[in-house]
């Protein structure tokens, strides 16, 4: 299994399998409601490794991460169109969408012994746009 991320904004942000070890997608409800609640939120929580440059390759995109999360509220590019796609025998399982993300959270992790960061990105869909979310899945590559 293997997973496909494209950030489209003022510029574009592309990880591939190579980068991504695991996916959470998260359909966000309040736990205190007795009834399905009008205040639905989507979020993806991504990890993976950090890939450094080596022998002329260029490094991964990891660092546009970092820069798209200091992006203030303020700019409208803190909001982006992200893609992503969970692959398995070379069939698209699921494709999640999200044409108004913002960063919740990144960090990256670096140790003396294990050689490659980490790095772990939260992301959530604008919730005013939520209804734009698109999930789509069981179509070939």
């Known amino acids: ?12 942000i592309e990880l591939g399998m190579d980068n991504i070890q695991t996916v959470k997608y998260d359909t966000d409800t309040p736990d205190d409601s007795n009834a399905r609640s009008t205040d639905v939120g989507a ?9 450094t440059a080596t022998d002329g390759d260029s490094a991964d995109d990891t660092m546009k991460l970092a820069l798209w999360s200091l992006v203030p509220a303020e700019k409208a590019d ?57 999930i789509e899945g069981g179509y070939a590559v």
Do not use: H
């Open 1 to 12: 299994m293997g997973f496909r991320l494209k950030v489209e904004g003022s510029e574009t």
């Open 43 to 51: 979020t993806l929580r991504i990890t993976g490794k950090i890939i």
């Open 78 to 134: 803190c909001y982006r169109k992200v893609t992503l796609e969970v692959i398995a025998a070379d069939q698209v399982i699921r494709k999640i969408y999200f044409p108004n993300a913002f960063v919740v959270d990144y960090t990256e992790s670096f140790g003396d012994t294990e050689g490659v960061g980490t790095f772990s990105l939260f992301i959530k869909q604008k919730k005013d746009k939520t209804e734009f979310t698109k």
